[in-house]
């Protein structure tokens, strides 16, 4: 079975552009999250999809939104680039939006906003 | 609100040594906590996980954790350590519907 993978690995952006980052959940499983990594810190929740809908937020702006296919695959889309978003961001697909499956981490994006 | 402590920023161990990470949780309600490490440009893998039942939990690669509640602890432990177990180990409690709230991570470096 293929894991989680993200693209593009690495990317560069400029204050103020928008950003789209893509997450292949691995086969079977319904449900991704997505989370922030900045330097040094542990991840941060932003919103997980199940089923194609938005199933939980956490502390994120609204330029901060994402999309869930069909397929599973998921995007993140982030607006109006700050500085501050510079980061690894994480997908983590699963089965179900129950602690009771765990969650699968791609390798991540790394994002860098000059 | 929940919260997760890791109070170690980065610990060096021998190889073969014994390790302890420490972990400490806020959270209002019975606890959902995990492990998770992650390698120098990869993504996080779960160790293991507690949710009722035994404290004490056996994860993969040789590691356990503890759950005291009393403590409000969940400490990660390996009983001889292995140079690729060099990595960032991250503590997390659960938080709404499969979402997870982080610690800052510990950095366990590895000397032979």
């Known amino acids: 079975e293929t894991g989680v993978t993200q693209s593009p690995t690495h990317l560069i952006k400029t204050r103020g552009q928008q950003v789209t980052l893509r997450c292949s959940s691995q086969?079977?499983?319904?449900?991704v999250s997505w989370y922030q990594q900045a330097l040094g810190q542990g991840p941060q929740f932003i919103f997980q999809y199940y089923r194609e809908e938005e199933n939980g937020r956490g502390n994120f702006p609204p330029r901060f939104s994402g999309l869930q296919f069909p397929n599973y695959s998921s995007e993140l889309n982030v607006n109006a680039l700050e500085l501050d978003d510079s980061a690894l961001y994480l997908c983590?697909?699963?089965?179900?939006?129950?602690?009771?499956?765990?969650?699968?981490f791609g390798n991540g994006t790394r994002l860098t906003v000059t | 609100a929940q919260s997760v402590t890791q109070p170690d920023i980065h610990i060096t161990v021998s190889e073969g040594a014994s390790l302890e990470l420490r972990c400490n949780y806020s959270?209002?309600?019975?606890?959902?906590l995990f492990w998770y490490v992650q390698s120098p440009g990869q993504g996080l893998q779960l160790l293991l996980k507690?949710?009722?039942?035994?404290?004490l939990v056996q994860g993969i690669k040789g590691f356990e954790a503890e759950f005291k509640r009393s403590q409000s602890s969940f400490n990660l432990r390996k009983p001889s350590v292995h140079w690729s177990d060099a990595a960032e180990y991250f503590c997390?409690?659960?938080?709404?519907?499969?979402?997870?709230?982080f610690g800052t991570g510990t950095r366990l470096t590895v000397i032979p």
């Open positions: 959270y209002g309600a019975t606890p959902y």
């Open positions: 997390a409690v659960g938080s709404g519907a499969n979402n997870l709230f």
């Open positions: 507690y949710f009722s039942g035994d404290t």
């Open positions: 983590a697909s699963s089965i179900g939006s129950s602690y009771n499956s765990p969650l699968h």
């Open positions: 086969s079977g499983h319904n449900t």
